[in-house]
């Protein structure tokens, strides 16, 4: 359905009006909430995506093979699983602080992710531990789609550089000519 102009206006009063309740009551603190997890997954998803890739890319692509982008994109893929996999704990204390009322006290990550760890310990097989932190950190399908946009960005970001560096040539090559 479309959304008419009036709509829009309320929404936009409503964002506001909202941000200037939470920052009267709050101070910054609300505007801040669930920033440590944040920033430790994005630390670890990118730099473990970035060394993954390069040294997925080193050992399995070969250059000269006809099927290289297929093999790079599975690559990414398989790079974007791990690190997606990885940073999840700290997405998961990022979710339990946004879904704690600002009314009660804040929770510190690492006391959130050994909570969770404390509880999976507490099963009573490997596997049931291994379902328990694969439910509450939401690994599955969304880990998937997540591996494959970023295996699709990295690629377009890869086409991208090789067009330009191709179009550079071109354009130093007619000058000297």
Known sequence: SLVNSNQLALRKDTFFRTARDMAQTGGIT????????????????????????????????????????????????????IATTASSPFNYARNIMYATPSSAPSQKTFAIVGKLLANASRRPTLAL?????????????????????????????????????????????????
């Open 30 to 81: 609300p505007f801040l909430k669930g920033i440590n997890p944040t920033l430790g997954r994005d630390l670890v998803f990118g730099g473990l995506f970035t060394l993954l890739r390069r040294s997925f890319a080193d050992k399995f692509v070969d250059k000269e093979a006809d099927n290289v982008r297929l093999i790079r994109f599975a690559c990414d893929v398989t790079a974007a699983a």
């Open 129 to 177: 531990q291994a379902r328990y932190l694969q439910q509450n950190l939401k690994i599955g399908a969304a880990t998937f789609r997540v591996a494959l946009s970023m295996a699709m960005a990295a690629s377009t970001y890869d086409l991208m550089k090789q067009l330009i560096g191709d179009h550079k040539s071109e354009q130093a090559e007619h000058k000297q000519s």
